[in-house]
């Protein structure tokens, strides 16, 4: 059995895309997808999960995941939207 000392620690963010529209909230995105299925536009979905070790400070693993998602998400959203548009 692993030693759980050295377990490495994470700082996780989830975030809901639906048909393009972002949020965090676990409850407004099941929201979101509701009412686009009852306006017969789909629920077009996907759950971007972005993770970094947590290190001694949970400020500068924050930092990481924000410069990665605001170097990287314009090409997450764009294959998200590409992948809807395939259907």
Same mark, same amino acid.
């Given at each position: 059995?692993?030693?759980?000392? &050295? %377990?490495?620690?994470? =700082? =996780? $963010?989830?975030?809901? $895309?639906?048909?393009g529209?972002?949020?965090?909230?676990?409850?407004? %995105? #099941? *929201?979101? @997808?509701?009412?686009?299925?009852? =306006?017969?536009?789909?629920?077009? &979905? %996907? *759950?971007?999960v =972005? &993770?970094?070790?947590?290190?001694?400070?949970? %400020?500068?693993?924050?930092?990481?995941?924000? @410069?990665?998602l605001?170097?990287?998400?314009?090409?997450?959203?764009?294959?998200?939207?590409?992948?809807?548009? @395939? #259907?």
């Open positions: 059995m692993a030693d759980q000392t &050295s %377990a490495k620690r994470l =700082v =996780v $963010w989830q975030i809901y $895309w639906i048909n529209i972002l949020t965090t909230n676990d409850y407004l %995105a #099941k *929201v979101y @997808s509701a009412i686009y299925r009852l =306006v017969g536009r789909g629920d077009d &979905s %996907a *759950v971007i =972005v &993770s970094t070790p947590k290190g001694d400070q949970i %400020a500068g693993a924050e930092t990481v995941l924000e @410069s990665f605001s170097i990287n998400f314009s090409a997450i959203d764009g294959l998200l939207h590409d992948a809807r548009k @395939s #259907k």
